[in-house]
């Protein structure tokens, strides 16, 4: 008697943690079955792969999708549409909304909206704080918590942690690993006199590389004093990639596309404040430096930053203009494109965008192209030649940095615990997104 299974997607290139080779995937209960040779076997669906690349899903560990209080520049159902059509099965999204996610209750109310109604897997940050930090250690152990976030450096409301004493405080009350936002808001703060109205090339002039460091050093020092885990978010500069390479025992590091993509001073002529984001895109020597932390290990995993503002907004001239671009639906495109280009090879940008998540955050069940773990499966065309464009985005405010770029390979299929969710750039099953499980937090 053949074997059965539900799905069964035939006949693509698999990239996993054993390497790539044409393989079948076989899917049953919203679970991989089975990867090997299954041309025997049969299934009520058959999706035919060949000539494409089978990856485990793409995990985004940071977006903001604004969602409650900010629904303008987006919501969790856009945000997650987009996140879908380019790839992506699950993200983490952050506490920087109106009201922002803090205590049990903001973190509900996010899970609440997120059902029947977010497209993809999701998980939330709570956002740590002077006030909360005796807390902490219960709220990140509620389900649907992704772990704790902090602003180092200037963010909404109470967010904002900018002294040794109150990192210290939420580190001594977390045992999950901790994600940074690492940027010195006391060198910020005697910095912004230094914005040039209009200009933004003065914006990684008053965000400088020393505001980054600095903070960075501070952070590695408390985290290592207390044996306490944390995540550096978004790191940009030479000099953090250097140090941090040395501290690998406490910190985990975040790049982003952007950052590996687009480089100042040019980006801020072409772009203006499309290319304003926080931390800043900087100058050649450092995207060189990212670059060689990434082939040297020194990173985990990229994150997209997913952080819309309108086209109204980012035309304010500078500094009224507000940091922060979408991204959730180019990431893959963008990094795929660096593939073709020889700057990585694939089997880093799954490490990078699947396996990282499932090592740095303890993912019970996803992260890996593996019997028993959930039929996560993003497949691409690397063979595709497609250009990005501002009308193609899903996201509420309709533009990305990237207008305009030849992506040298392409998501084509979304598919999320066996379910084919997107296909050829449409969304087919809408809707069906669920709380991603950690191992630190099961609960029976």
């Not at 045992?175 to 003065?202: C, I, K, M, Q, V």
């Not at 993912?363 to 593996?370: I, V, Y």
């Amino acid at each position: 008697m053949p074997e059965t299974y539900d799905l069964i997607v035939r006949g693509g290139e698999v990239v996993n943690h054993a390497g790539r080779g044409l393989a079948d995937v076989g899917v049953r209960g919203g679970k991989i079955a089975a990867v090997g040779d299954l041309s025997q076997a049969s299934a009520g669906e058959v999706f035919d792969a060949k000539g494409l690349t089978v990856m485990p899903g793409v995990i985004d560990t940071q977006v903001h999708f604004r969602e409650p209080g900010l629904e303008w520049k987006e919501d969790l159902e856009s945000g997650s549409r987009a996140a879908v059509l380019g790839g992506v099965v699950a993200v983490f999204e952050m506490p920087n909304t109106e009201p922002t996610t803090t205590d049990p209750d903001a973190l509900a109310d996010k899970l609440s909206r997120a059902k029947g109604r977010m497209h993809c897997d999701h998980a939330f940050y709570v956002g740590g704080t002077h006030q909360n930090a005796p807390w902490l250690g219960e709220l990140e152990r509620l389900p649907g918590c992704c772990g704790i976030k902090v602003f180092m450096g200037a963010s909404t409301g109470t967010l904002l942690v900018q002294d040794d004493e109150g990192i210290e405080q939420v580190l001594r009350h977390v045992n999950r690993r901790a994600a940074f936002h690492s940027e010195d808001e006391y060198r910020l703060a005697d910095r912004r006199p230094l914005a040039r109205t209009g200009d933004w090339t003065s914006h990684p002039e008053v965000r400088d590389a020393q505001s980054a460091i600095q903070s960075t050093e501070r952070l590695v020092r408390i985290a290592t004093a207390l044996g306490k885990r944390i995540h550096v978010l978004h790191v940009t500069t030479r000099q953090e990639v250097a140090f941090l390479a040395a501290h690998k025992d406490v910190a985990s590091v975040e790049f982003t596309p952007q950052h590996l993509t687009l480089e100042g001073p040019e980006a801020y002529a072409r772009l203006k404040g499309y290319a304003q984001m926080n931390p800043p895109i900087r100058g050649p020597e450092h995207r060189a430096a990212l670059w060689e932390g990434l082939a040297n290990g020194v990173v985990d995993v990229l994150g997209s930053d997913h952080a819309p503002h309108t086209s109204e907004e980012k035309a304010r001239p500078y500094p009224a203009s507000p940091s922060g671009m979408p991204g959730v639906q180019t990431l893959l495109p963008v990094m795929l494109t660096h593939v073709a280009e020889g700057r990585l090879s694939l089997e880093r940008l799954v490490d990078l965008t699947s396996h990282g998540a499932n090592r740095l955050f303890g993912l019970a069940d996803k992260g890996r192209l593996a019997e028993g773990y959930d039929a996560d499966l993003t497949i691409v065309d690397l063979k595709a030649r497609r250009t990005i464009r501002h009308d193609a985005m899903a996201s509420r405010v309709a533009w990305t940095p990237f207008d305009g770029m030849e992506a040298k390979g392409w998501p084509v299929a979304t598919i999320i615990r066996g379910t084919l969710v997107m296909r050829d750039d449409e969304v087919v099953a809408p809707h069906l997104g669920e709380p991603v499980r950690f191992n630190e937090t099961l609960v029976p």
